[in-house]
């Protein structure tokens, strides 16, 4: 008796249809994988950046010697939100839709970045953007537009590179679990 019948191939591809469900929890786990990625990368830039003028172990930590970390905290709590809730649409877009992983994971990692810049900059707005409000000062350009610039400078080619690995990583995750459910 053989089983490699098309009634039979057809029973099996209507079982491996990947639920929505599914999808987004292959998309938020790789867009949290991305994310931390890219607050690696980020520290990385920063390191080099630095370490021109000082060594290479100081200028590591820099962000303990800086004023403003509890909007590095925000940022990066605004990063891993993103990283979730734009993974979760990648996963929906690549896996159920079967729209082109390379496209979706490119345009993921621009949100993700773009998303999270221009929410980072509202805490150092509010914590003193306002009191500059009527002076000579801009604080919409100091808090927002300035690190929205200088964030999607250094951070297009990584945010390229990494969105194109997410992408490809959402498609391979979601081909592994399809080769789970035939065994």
């Known amino acids: 008796m053989r089983f490699d019948t098309p009634l ?4 099996i591809s209507d079982y491996l249809i990947m639920t929505e469900t599914e999808a987004k929890k292959i998309g938020s786990r790789q867009g949290l994988i991305c994310a931390g990625l890219g607050v690696l990368i980020a520290q990385l830039i920063m390191t080099a950046m630095i370490s021109s003028d000082q060594n290479l172990f100081k200028a590591f930590f820099w962000f303990t010697r800086v004023d403003y970390k509890l909007n590095l ?11 979730h809730f734009y993974g979760q649409f990648a996963g929906k877009a690549i896996l159920i839709k079967r729209q082109n992983y390379i496209l979706v994971g490119f345009l993921s990692g621009m949100a993700v970045l773009l998303t999270t810049a221009f ?15 009527g002076t ?3 604080p919409f350009e100091d808090y927002i537009f300035k690190p929205l610039f200088w964030v999607t400078i250094f951070g297009i080619i990584p945010a390229f590179i990494v969105g194109l690995w997410f992408g490809g990583q959402i498609k391979v995750k979601g081909k592994r679990l399809e080769v789970k459910q035939v065994q």
């Open 136 to 138: 000579n000062d801009n």
């Open 8 to 11: 039979i191939s057809r029973a």
């Open 73 to 83: 905290f925000i940022g990066s709590a605004i990063l891993f939100a993103c990283g």
């Open 119 to 133: 929410l980072s900059g509202w805490t150092g707005f509010f914590q003193e953007g306002l009191d500059n409000l």
